[in-house]
């Protein structure tokens, strides 16, 4: 028997509602398998479901068909194979060189993080950042990658990411001491920063299931994408979905996509934002992250964004393998930054831009 023989979870034995099932099972659909190859108005015609539906079916029986060879191909991974995936793939630096000192060098890729914050408190100016950052040439200590930035409140502003374009091809200008670096600068361009940021405009929950539904076969054509923004989770489900059920379904499966999506072979740094709200606790009012908390789990790390008296601070609230610590941070015209600039304090081998002064540390705020 081939090694690619498959096997299918049939329609019957999945969490969807009992009225989907019988929906696609009058119209034919009986396994996983029969659904993955079908575009999400496909279905919606074919079995007479809502496009929340249909994105729901998709969501939940998409990654149920793989090819036996490659569900032995994960189970075959030795601790030293992973140890081995976690040394090459890399960080992707903030310019805030206190912050990423806290995350041992940036943003994980192949994790997922999680930033949480007030509005105006900088989630989407850090995220337009790393879009910047990830494409840092290698003999920089960069990737050399490309980013994918998912907007769904339309906080997205292109000139915004010029400026931190032009701001980060001088910078590595300035550090430029061999050949192979000033080559590189060459081809790092604000020109060619601006043409690896591919940008969708989700504008509401089913547009966003749609588009990682999407992603993973626009990743294996672009393995060069190191990281992935959804800039925010919070905004299309919160204002959206009405019914907390449903809600909470459709973002369990959510997140296990975005883990599955991260921790692939080549998987990218998937960034997500998040939103806080208001939460009594001990008869007190206290602003928390928004989507619950089930939804806090699904993240490898989260870091909340957050302002004491005029100074902003981000605090690393969960990680897999790092201390929480509160760092001080400002957003200036070049982009996001350290407290206190020093572009000549910056190591040669690094790009991350900021000093690294001795500051006491600050404990961290759980709010």
């Keep these: 028997m081939s090694s690619y023989v498959?096997?299918?979870?049939?329609?019957?034995?999945s969490p969807l509602a009992p009225s989907v099932k019988v929906k696609l099972i009058t119209a034919g659909f009986h396994t996983a398998a029969d659904v993955t190859d079908v575009q999400q108005l496909q279905l919606c015609k074919a079995a007479g479901l809502s496009q929340v539906e249909a994105a729901e079916v998709l969501q939940t029986l998409r990654d149920d068909s793989l090819p036996l060879q490659q569900r032995a191909a994960v189970q075959s991974l030795t601790a030293l194979d992973l140890l081995?995936?976690?040394?090459?793939?890399?960080?992707?630096?903030?310019?805030?060189?206190?912050?990423?000192?806290?995350?041992?060098?940036?943003?994980?890729?192949?994790?997922?993080?999680?930033?949480?914050?007030?509005?105006?408190?900088?989630?989407?100016?850090?995220?337009?950042?790393?879009?910047?950052?990830?494409?840092?040439?290698?003999?920089?200590?960069?990737?050399?990658?490309?980013?994918?930035f998912v907007d769904t409140e339309g906080g997205f502003v292109v000139e915004r990411l010029v400026g931190m374009a032009r701001a980060a091809v001088e910078h590595c200008t300035a550090l430029a001491e061999d050949q192979e670096q000033r080559e590189a600068l060459e081809?790092?361009?604000?020109?060619?920063?601006?043409?690896?940021?591919?940008?969708?405009?989700c504008h509401d929950h089913v547009a966003l299931l749609a588009e990682l539904h999407l992603l993973p076969d626009f990743l294996r054509k672009r393995p060069q994408v190191r990281l992935v923004v959804i800039d925010s989770v919070a905004f299309p489900f919160r204002h959206e979905l009405e019914d907390v059920s449903q809600r909470t379904r459709l973002l369990s499966g959510f997140s296990q996509q975005l883990t599955r999506l991260a921790s692939a072979q080549h998987g990218p740094a998937v960034v997500l934002t998040n939103q806080m709200t208001t939460k009594i606790l001990s008869g007190q009012s206290r602003l928390v992250p928004a989507l619950g908390e089930i939804w806090g789990h699904g993240a490898t790390q989260r870091l909340i964004m957050h302002w004491e008296g005029a100074q902003r601070f981000v605090s690393l609230y969960k990680s897999s393998s790092q201390r929480d610590a509160n760092v001080p941070y400002q957003l200036t015209a070049e982009g996001f930054r350290d407290t206190t600039v020093s572009v000549s304090s910056v190591p040669s081998h690094s790009p991350a831009a900021g000093s690294h002064s001795k500051r006491p540390r600050i404990e961290q705020q759980h709010t």
């Design 187 to 201: 081809s790092f361009t604000v020109e060619k920063i601006l043409s690896g940021v591919f940008l969708t405009r």
């Design 84 to 148: 081995h995936q976690e040394e090459t793939r890399g960080n992707i630096v903030t310019f805030c060189s206190e912050l990423d000192a806290v995350l041992g060098g940036g943003i994980p890729v192949g994790r997922s993080t999680e930033i949480c914050g007030v509005p105006g408190i900088g989630k989407t100016q850090l995220c337009v950042q790393l879009a910047v950052d990830v494409q840092i040439p290698v003999c920089f200590g960069g990737l050399g990658g490309e980013a994918v």
């Design 6 to 13: 498959m096997m299918f979870r049939t329609v019957s034995s």
